[in-house]
């Protein structure tokens, strides 16, 4: 017997980099149709970060406006909560644990209020996306959750010269 299709088996999905609103709707479609499928099997799901572009709050995009709409960052959270979370929400099961990893894209906010402090508890993500009010828990950029024996983080990794392997114990 195929133990994925048992209903005894919990699935554990993770998904990320959507990069909102420039996300590949027809993946996003796919993912639905599974997790409808799957529905009374999913025991939890976490979104592994950079579900949101950021492009409008970058570092990356400061001081090139034709990269930046008028707008765009409202935009980008409104439409995120709309097309991702609320479809999201609307095929996961009520007693589903979901949690949204922050990417390095999302952490690219820390950088705007590092430069602009006084903006502080008006832009958080978790609060603009009602993140608690919705039954999902957050994690900062580089944190991590365990499900089922492995470690899910979203984390920029780069190189080091001559850098040592991690050794375990």
């Known amino acids: ?17 959507f990069h909102y609103p420039e996300h590949d709707g027809r993946a996003f479609k796919a993912l639905l149709e599974f997790l409808k499928v799957n529905k009374r099997r999913i025991a939890s799901f976490t979104l592994n970060g950079d579900g949101l572009d950021c492009q409008d709050i970058s570092r ?7 990269l930046r709409r008028r707008g765009g960052w409202k935009d980008a959270i409104d439409g995120f909560r709309e097309d991702i979370l609320d479809r999201l929400d609307e095929v ?7 949690v949204f990893i922050a990417g390095n894209h999302e952490d690219w906010l820390q950088d705007l209020l590092d ?15 009602r993140l608690e009010e919705r039954g999902w828990t957050w994690k900062e950029c580089g944190e991590h959750i365990e499900r089922a024996g492995f470690v899910i983080l979203h984390r920029n990794v780069r190189a080091v010269q001559n850098a040592s392997p991690i050794r375990r114990a």
């Open 1 to 17: 017997m195929n133990n994925t299709k048992s209903p005894r088996t919990k699935l554990h999905v993770v998904a990320g980099d």
């Open 60 to 66: 990356h995009t400061e001081g090139k406006p034709r």
């Open 92 to 98: 996961l099961p009520k007693s589903c644990k979901k």
């Open 115 to 129: 430069k602009q402090p006084e903006l502080e508890g008006l832009l958080e993500i978790p609060n603009l996306l």
